[in-house]
């Protein structure tokens, strides 16, 4: 009996692991009774009495509920974060050209330069020249589509 409960938590804690890899539910709700079971499975093998034993099963099952929830949440979370790093975190940041000549040049963004273009048609006067900020719009490899950047954009 007392190998079973044993096996039992092992069991519990490792599908209490696995629902922080993979969020769903299922494996700790698994999880948290396999902890109850197991728990209480323990106790009175080893001879506590009930009243011992449940208590303390509960509780252990509650502590993995709790812990289950709030890898849950935290991962869930993550997924609502701005992208930080790579191609899709350099969309929307602002730079400074360094050198143009039309279509395309070069811009400061992110501590990098870039070679980057721009896609709306050359009218007079809509020629972009060094020192002039930009946003970054899209990445196309390692190139960049950077727009003039307004001034709401340049507050922060």
Do not use: Y
């Not at 044993?6 to 629902?19: I, K, R, S, T």
């Not at 769903?24 to 109850?36: D, M």
Request: charged fraction near 15%; glycine fraction near 18%; aromatic fraction near 6%.
């Amino acid at each position: 009996m007392t190998t079973l409960g044993f096996a039992l938590l092992l069991m519990g804690v490792a599908l209490v692991v696995a629902e922080a890899h993979v969020p769903g539910g299922v494996f700790g709700v698994a999880g948290g009774v396999a902890l109850i079971v197991g728990g209480i499975m323990i106790i009175a093998a080893l001879g506590g009495a009930t009243a011992l034993a449940v208590p303390v099963g509960i509780g252990l099952g509650g502590a993995a509920a709790g812990w289950a929830l709030l890898v849950t949440r935290k991962a869930a979370g993550s997924r609502r974060l701005r992208i930080r790093s790579g191609a899709e975190g350099l969309c929307g940041r602002v730079g400074v050209v360094r050198g143009w000549s039309e279509p395309a040049g070069q811009v400061f963004v992110d501590g990098a330069l870039w070679r980057a273009r721009h896609d709306w048609a050359g009218v007079d006067g809509d020629a972009l020249r060094e020192g002039d900020p930009v946003v970054v719009e899209n990445v196309s490899g390692l190139t960049l589509s950077v727009r003039r950047a307004e001034d709401w954009e340049l507050i922060a």
